[in-house]
């Protein structure tokens, strides 16, 4: 037997009983002939304590030859401790050993094993089994185990049914990149990994499943962007014979479900907005609720006034911040860099402060009168304390960087607390992203997102102006899922394939076999995909994805651990009959 308590179960209760703990050294002090040992497990942490002059010169020579990370198993008394510890459960209490078995050495870890470590994160990446031994870690882990529990919970309460799809697919485009894998058997064919199972959740409808989920993994061959990863899980779902408001009021109560069962807060219900006015008011389509300073469109009332920049400006808008005149010169400087960085990519910045005394001061007090400026607070609803933050410029580019302006503003001022939550669906998105100079279609969400119909006879003429029956689960500024109702006519489906500038040819070859599935009964149905490592870290109040996976890529998509993606062998090569372009070998 290696254990009959773990290193986080002993408290007074237990005194005097003998123990038989195992686990790792953590660390061992050794002051004036009292050994202490810190042994840690995934439960906790249990004191060990060796007096000189009561214990075997053996055993202390075992003691102090331990070092850190050692596995060691050991024997004692619980006895009660005479200066307490009250930040560990087990503190009132500690183990007198009578026995210490080395069960296996450990070299120096490279970093400390705690949760303010030493270590940075490419060493801890690399080490990820040492760092995944720190406690902060684990609670992430042990967070996210609860989180898919809970969906679980929900879903079969739901009456949906748990359905694996295969990780080798077919390659179908939906938006991203394959990873694709060759086929020993088939020389010169691939399968390819799914980017979601879309397609086969949807033919599960069809086969009459009625109310489909998998926890599953999902792989996409991005360029990443920050906090992606190249396989993430999706908590995927589907459901027959529903409407939009069916499926968004049970997918609202699965967040507010797992909210409660895991924060104990009690979620809202969720705000509803279009996609049109996300983008009028927040300049992005996953808005951030959490504070207000919604757009204000000041392009009537500025533009033409003699101000160049303003003049020349397609939309002239801007934000209220309350109790912002107190921003210094040097704050409004900063704001002002922020807003020209290439990321954000505005040209400048005009402010308007408005002081507590009523009078209004402005950047660009040359161009306008005092009762000009009054005329702009008013259509903002500012009052005396607020500051006008106002950009101009194209349409879109202009929201754009509104949008990240709002943000930062958001931060500097503490706006955006990790322990507020405001959820949202953001619904009517445009059906097609129309290219401006070929006018060619992209599909917003995926090819297989139904229209909205009162949009439908549009469809052909004007593209641009169709909206789909997409929709996305927003809260704080993060997508946590997205979905539709999907297209059940292979009429339709047919045609919204050709608009995506698919051939018949090409239609047929990658997605003839879902048209014919549609020819055989496909009931209405829709469904949704919630990003569970986001999820999570929502939940935790973190920042990356990367907390809430046991074994993640770095930035470039590398894992440093095992070192891959790698070379393979000659013999591997000719096995699936491929040869590698030896330039294009990045090492
Ligand atoms: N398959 C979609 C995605 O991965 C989600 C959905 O439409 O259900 O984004």
């Not at 179960?9 to 686990?23: A, F, I, P, Y």
């Not at 489909?212 to 962007?225: A, M």
């Not at 304390?385 to 509104?402: E, F």
């Not at 998105?429 to 995926?446: K, L, N, Q, Y």
């Amino acid at each position: 037997m290696y254990r009959t308590h773990n290193c986080g179960e002993l408290r007074l209760t237990h005194l005097n009983q003998k123990v038989v703990l195992s686990g790792w050294v953590r660390r061992v002090r050794n002051a004036g002939g009292i050994i202490w040992i810190d042994l840690r497990d995934r439960y906790g942490i249990t004191q060990l304590i060796m007096e000189e002059q009561y214990t075997t010169p053996e055993l202390i020579q075992v003691a102090k030859s331990l070092g850190r990370e050692f596995v060691i198993q050991t024997e004692g008394l619980v006895i009660e401790r005479t200066s307490k510890n009250p930040k560990i459960p087990t503190g009132d209490v500690e183990v007198k050993v009578s026995k210490i078995k080395i069960l296996n050495e450990s070299k120096l870890p490279p970093f400390l094993i705690e949760d303010e470590t030493d270590g940075g994160e490419e060493l801890r990446m690399q080490y990820r089994y040492l760092d995944l031994r720190r406690s902060v870690v684990q609670q992430n882990l042990i967070m996210r185990h609860k989180v898919a529990q809970e969906v679980r919970a929900y879903m079969n309460s739901q009456a949906f049914l748990e359905i694996e799809t295969p990780v080798l697919l077919k390659s179908t485009p939906e938006g991203a990149r394959d990873f694709v894998v060759p086929s020993r058997m088939h020389a010169g064919e691939f399968y390819a990994l799914p980017q979601s199972p879309q397609i086969l959740k949807q033919l599960l409808m069809v086969s009459g499943y009625d109310r489909y989920y998998q926890i599953v993994k999902c792989f996409r061959d991005e360029d990443l962007r920050a906090d992606r990863q190249p396989e993430f899980t999706q908590i995927d779902c589907e459901m027959s014979f529903v409407s939009q408001d069916d499926v968004l009021t049970m997918f609202e109560g699965l967040i507010k479900h797992v909210f409660k069962a895991i924060k104990q807060v009690d979620l809202p219900n969720f705000q509803r907005m279009t996609f049109a006015d996300a983008m009028q008011n927040y300049g992005s389509d996953k808005p951030d609720l959490r504070f207000g300073m919604s757009f204000k469109y000041l392009t009537e009332l500025a533009k033409n006034k003699g101000f160049k920049v303003f003049d020349e400006a397609e939309a002239i808008v801007g934000i209220s911040v309350d109790g912002g005149a107190e921003f210094t010169r040097k704050q409004t400087d900063e704001l002002t860099l922020f807003v020209q960085r290439p990321q954000v990519g505005a040209k400048g910045l005009v402010w308007v402060r408005y002081a507590t005394d009523g009078t209004l001061k402005s950047s660009v007090d040359k161009f306008f009168t005092t009762e000009q400026l009054k005329e702009w607070a008013g259509l903002f609803g500012a009052k005396p304390g607020d500051m006008l933050l106002i950009l101009a410029g194209g349409l879109n580019s202009t929201r754009k960087a509104l949008c990240e302006l709002r943000l930062e503003v958001g931060n500097r001022l503490n706006l955006r607390s990790k322990d507020v939550f405001k959820p949202l669906w953001v619904v009517d998105f445009p059906m097609f992203d129309v290219d401006e100079e070929t006018g060619a279609c992209a599909s917003m969400h995926h090819p297989f997102t139904s229209p909205l119909w009162e949009d439908f006879d549009k469809i052909e003429t004007e593209p641009a102006s169709v909206r789909s029956s997409g929709y996305d689960m927003v809260m704080n500024g993060v997508e946590l899922g997205g979905g539709s109702i999907r297209i059940h006519s292979k009429e339709v489906q047919r045609k919204i394939f050709r608009i995506l500038g698919l051939s018949e040819e090409e239609l047929q070859m990658q997605f003839g076999f879902l048209l014919e599935a549609l020819d055989y009964g496909a009931p209405p149905h829709g469904g949704i995909a919630f990003g569970l490592d986001r999820l999570c870290t929502m939940l935790g109040g973190l920042d990356s994805i990367r907390e809430f996976i046991a074994f993640p890529k770095n930035n470039a998509g590398r894992d440093v651990m095992m070192q891959s993606p790698s070379l393979l062998s000659d013999a591997q090569l000719k096995e699936l009959y491929l040869r590698i372009e030896a330039e294009k070998v990045s090492k």
